[in-house]
Protein backbone atom coordinates (compact mmCIF):
# COMPACT_ATOMS: atom_id res chain seq x y z
CA UNK A 1 0.00 0.00 0.00
CA UNK A 2 2.67 1.97 0.76
CA UNK A 3 4.69 1.70 -2.16
CA UNK A 4 1.58 2.45 -4.06
CA UNK A 5 1.29 5.57 -2.33
CA UNK A 6 4.67 6.76 -3.46
CA UNK A 7 4.13 5.63 -7.30
CA UNK A 8 0.68 7.28 -7.56
CA UNK A 9 1.21 10.33 -4.89
CA UNK A 10 1.01 12.83 -8.38
CA UNK A 11 -2.00 11.57 -9.37
CA UNK A 12 -3.59 11.85 -5.82
CA UNK A 13 -2.20 15.17 -5.52
CA UNK A 14 -4.48 16.20 -8.53
CA UNK A 15 -7.44 14.50 -7.06
CA UNK A 16 -7.00 16.70 -3.48
CA UNK A 17 -6.49 19.58 -5.65
CA UNK A 18 -9.39 19.26 -7.38
CA UNK A 19 -11.13 18.38 -4.44
CA UNK A 20 -10.44 21.24 -3.17
CA UNK A 21 -10.90 23.81 -5.95
CA UNK A 22 -14.42 22.61 -6.19
CA UNK A 23 -15.14 23.09 -2.42
CA UNK A 24 -13.51 26.74 -2.39
CA UNK A 25 -12.91 28.13 -6.23
CA UNK A 26 -15.70 26.93 -8.32
CA UNK A 27 -17.80 24.30 -8.81
CA UNK A 28 -20.39 22.49 -11.27
CA UNK A 29 -23.89 21.29 -10.23
CA UNK A 30 -26.23 18.70 -11.97
CA UNK A 31 -29.77 20.08 -11.69
CA UNK A 32 -32.82 17.24 -11.83
CA UNK A 33 -35.16 19.19 -10.84
CA UNK A 34 -37.54 22.05 -13.23
CA UNK A 35 -37.96 24.65 -10.69
CA UNK A 36 -35.54 26.75 -12.33
CA UNK A 37 -37.81 26.60 -15.94
CA UNK A 38 -37.46 28.56 -18.45
CA UNK A 39 -33.92 29.74 -17.34
CA UNK A 40 -32.58 26.34 -15.77
CA UNK A 41 -33.74 23.37 -17.53
CA UNK A 42 -33.83 19.60 -16.00
CA UNK A 43 -30.10 18.17 -17.26
CA UNK A 44 -28.06 21.66 -17.18
CA UNK A 45 -25.34 20.79 -15.49
CA UNK A 46 -24.07 24.57 -14.40
CA UNK A 47 -20.88 26.71 -13.13
CA UNK A 48 -21.03 27.88 -9.65
CA UNK A 49 -18.26 30.88 -8.66
CA UNK A 50 -17.76 29.78 -4.72
CA UNK A 51 -15.99 32.81 -4.42
CA UNK A 52 -18.88 35.24 -5.79
CA UNK A 53 -19.39 36.02 -1.92
CA UNK A 54 -17.24 34.60 0.91
CA UNK A 55 -13.71 32.41 1.23
CA UNK A 56 -14.99 29.37 3.56
CA UNK A 57 -13.01 26.97 4.72
CA UNK A 58 -12.61 23.98 2.17
CA UNK A 59 -15.55 20.94 3.17
CA UNK A 60 -17.28 23.74 5.42
CA UNK A 61 -19.73 26.51 6.13
CA UNK A 62 -17.05 28.16 7.98
CA UNK A 63 -16.81 32.03 6.06
CA UNK A 64 -13.21 33.01 7.09
CA UNK A 65 -13.47 36.31 4.63
CA UNK A 66 -16.70 38.00 2.92
CA UNK A 67 -15.78 38.96 -0.76
CA UNK A 68 -18.75 39.93 -2.47
CA UNK A 69 -22.18 40.71 -1.76
CA UNK A 70 -25.22 39.00 -3.08
CA UNK A 71 -27.77 40.86 -5.47
CA UNK A 72 -31.41 40.96 -6.01
CA UNK A 73 -31.44 39.02 -9.31
CA UNK A 74 -28.56 36.33 -8.69
CA UNK A 75 -28.85 32.83 -9.33
CA UNK A 76 -27.67 31.09 -5.89
CA UNK A 77 -26.74 27.67 -4.99
CA UNK A 78 -27.06 26.73 -1.32
CA UNK A 79 -27.96 24.36 1.25
CA UNK A 80 -31.95 24.28 2.13
CA UNK A 81 -32.15 25.43 5.94
CA UNK A 82 -34.74 22.92 6.75
CA UNK A 83 -32.82 19.62 5.55
CA UNK A 84 -29.58 20.53 4.02
CA UNK A 85 -30.61 19.92 0.24
CA UNK A 86 -28.91 21.68 -2.48
CA UNK A 87 -31.04 23.90 -4.14
CA UNK A 88 -30.52 26.68 -7.00
CA UNK A 89 -33.10 29.48 -7.07
CA UNK A 90 -33.13 33.12 -7.75
CA UNK A 91 -32.43 35.52 -4.97
CA UNK A 92 -35.16 37.56 -5.28
CA UNK A 93 -35.07 39.66 -1.54
CA UNK A 94 -31.85 41.22 0.64
CA UNK A 95 -31.84 41.47 4.24
CA UNK A 96 -34.55 43.69 5.53
CA UNK A 97 -36.96 43.68 2.75
CA UNK A 98 -40.18 42.84 2.48
CA UNK A 99 -41.50 40.58 0.20
CA UNK A 100 -45.20 39.88 -0.83
CA UNK A 101 -46.86 37.49 -3.82
CA UNK A 102 -50.19 38.60 -4.84
CA UNK A 103 -51.93 36.38 -7.46
CA UNK A 104 -48.49 35.86 -8.49
CA UNK A 105 -47.32 38.78 -8.96
CA UNK A 106 -44.05 40.10 -6.81
CA UNK A 107 -43.84 42.55 -4.56
CA UNK A 108 -40.15 43.72 -3.09
CA UNK A 109 -41.13 46.78 -0.40
CA UNK A 110 -44.69 47.30 -2.05
CA UNK A 111 -43.47 47.83 -5.28
CA UNK A 112 -44.72 45.63 -7.65
CA UNK A 113 -42.33 44.29 -9.98
CA UNK A 114 -43.08 44.70 -13.67
CA UNK A 115 -44.25 41.75 -16.10
CA UNK A 116 -44.32 41.61 -19.73
CA UNK A 117 -47.44 40.15 -21.64
CA UNK A 118 -47.39 36.63 -20.97
CA UNK A 119 -47.39 33.81 -24.08
CA UNK A 120 -49.00 30.52 -24.13
CA UNK A 121 -46.63 27.58 -24.21
CA UNK A 122 -46.84 23.40 -23.26
CA UNK A 123 -44.41 22.62 -20.55
CA UNK A 124 -42.92 18.95 -19.93
CA UNK A 125 -43.00 18.49 -16.05
CA UNK A 126 -41.92 14.60 -16.40
CA UNK A 127 -41.40 11.82 -19.00
CA UNK A 128 -43.98 11.89 -21.20
CA UNK A 129 -46.20 14.38 -19.42
CA UNK A 130 -47.23 17.63 -20.77
CA UNK A 131 -48.81 20.76 -18.98
CA UNK A 132 -49.90 24.35 -19.73
CA UNK A 133 -48.07 27.23 -18.94
CA UNK A 134 -47.89 31.00 -19.09
CA UNK A 135 -44.34 32.50 -19.44
CA UNK A 136 -43.28 36.06 -19.07
CA UNK A 137 -40.51 38.92 -18.29
CA UNK A 138 -39.86 39.95 -14.74
CA UNK A 139 -37.76 42.63 -14.32
CA UNK A 140 -36.50 42.59 -10.71
CA UNK A 141 -34.66 45.25 -9.31
CA UNK A 142 -33.73 46.24 -13.15
CA UNK A 143 -32.53 42.80 -13.48
CA UNK A 144 -35.16 41.25 -16.61
CA UNK A 145 -35.12 37.41 -16.43
CA UNK A 146 -38.00 34.48 -17.73
CA UNK A 147 -40.84 33.55 -15.16
CA UNK A 148 -43.21 30.97 -15.48
CA UNK A 149 -46.50 30.12 -14.33
CA UNK A 150 -47.81 26.61 -14.49
CA UNK A 151 -52.03 26.32 -15.99
CA UNK A 152 -53.71 25.13 -13.02
CA UNK A 153 -51.40 24.98 -10.22
CA UNK A 154 -50.71 28.31 -8.14
CA UNK A 155 -49.93 26.66 -5.19
CA UNK A 156 -47.90 29.82 -4.08
CA UNK A 157 -49.03 32.21 -5.94
CA UNK A 158 -49.98 35.00 -2.43
CA UNK A 159 -47.54 35.03 0.37
CA UNK A 160 -47.08 37.47 2.80
CA UNK A 161 -45.59 40.45 3.37
CA UNK A 162 -43.01 38.57 4.81
CA UNK A 163 -39.89 40.55 6.30
CA UNK A 164 -36.41 39.35 5.55
CA UNK A 165 -33.92 38.72 8.60
CA UNK A 166 -30.62 40.51 8.89
CA UNK A 167 -28.13 38.26 7.50
CA UNK A 168 -31.08 35.99 4.92
CA UNK A 169 -32.03 36.03 1.77
CA UNK A 170 -35.32 35.40 0.40
CA UNK A 171 -35.17 32.81 -2.91
CA UNK A 172 -38.03 31.96 -5.73
CA UNK A 173 -37.54 29.76 -8.41
CA UNK A 174 -38.36 30.58 -11.96
CA UNK A 175 -41.23 28.25 -12.56
CA UNK A 176 -42.97 29.89 -9.47
CA UNK A 177 -46.03 26.98 -9.45
CA UNK A 178 -43.36 24.39 -9.29
CA UNK A 179 -40.82 25.42 -6.70
CA UNK A 180 -40.12 24.23 -2.63
CA UNK A 181 -38.54 28.00 -2.23
CA UNK A 182 -38.29 30.58 0.28
CA UNK A 183 -42.34 30.06 0.92
CA UNK A 184 -41.72 26.46 1.75
CA UNK A 185 -38.45 26.35 3.30
CA UNK A 186 -37.61 30.21 4.56
CA UNK A 187 -34.85 32.37 4.15
CA UNK A 188 -31.90 31.44 3.45
CA UNK A 189 -28.91 32.17 6.28
CA UNK A 190 -25.80 33.50 4.29
CA UNK A 191 -23.66 31.02 6.25
CA UNK A 192 -25.47 28.05 3.62
CA UNK A 193 -25.37 29.98 0.47
CA UNK A 194 -22.61 28.12 -1.94
CA UNK A 195 -22.44 30.48 -4.59
CA UNK A 196 -23.42 32.13 -7.84
CA UNK A 197 -24.53 30.20 -10.80
CA UNK A 198 -23.15 32.00 -13.96
CA UNK A 199 -23.92 30.11 -16.95
CA UNK A 200 -24.19 26.12 -18.23
CA UNK A 201 -21.68 23.82 -19.23
CA UNK A 202 -23.58 20.98 -21.08
CA UNK A 203 -26.92 19.84 -21.10
CA UNK A 204 -29.01 16.93 -22.64
CA UNK A 205 -33.00 16.26 -22.46
CA UNK A 206 -33.25 13.78 -19.46
CA UNK A 207 -36.99 14.38 -19.72
CA UNK A 208 -37.12 12.71 -23.75
CA UNK A 209 -34.02 10.67 -25.17
CA UNK A 210 -31.43 12.19 -23.41
CA UNK A 211 -29.99 14.08 -26.51
CA UNK A 212 -27.41 16.74 -26.00
CA UNK A 213 -28.76 20.46 -25.60
CA UNK A 214 -25.83 21.67 -27.58
CA UNK A 215 -27.10 25.31 -27.82
CA UNK A 216 -27.09 25.44 -24.41
CA UNK A 217 -23.39 23.69 -24.27
CA UNK A 218 -21.22 26.69 -21.88
CA UNK A 219 -23.99 29.20 -22.39
CA UNK A 220 -24.60 32.19 -19.98
CA UNK A 221 -27.64 32.32 -17.64
CA UNK A 222 -30.33 35.52 -17.72
Known amino acids: MRQWL ?11 GMGLLRTAVADWNPVPSGSMRPTILEGDVVLVDRLAYDLKLPLTNLVLARVGEPRRGDIVTFDSPRDGTRLIKRLVALPGDQVELRAGRLLINGQEQAVSAPQEVIEPVAPGVQWPALRA ?5 GHEHAVQFLGGAGHGRDFGPYTVPTDHYFMLGDNRDNSEDS ?9 LLIGRASRTLVSADILGDWRPHFERFVAPMR
Open 183 to 191: RFIGSVPRA
Open 137 to 141: RENLA
Open 6 to 16: KNNRGFLALLL
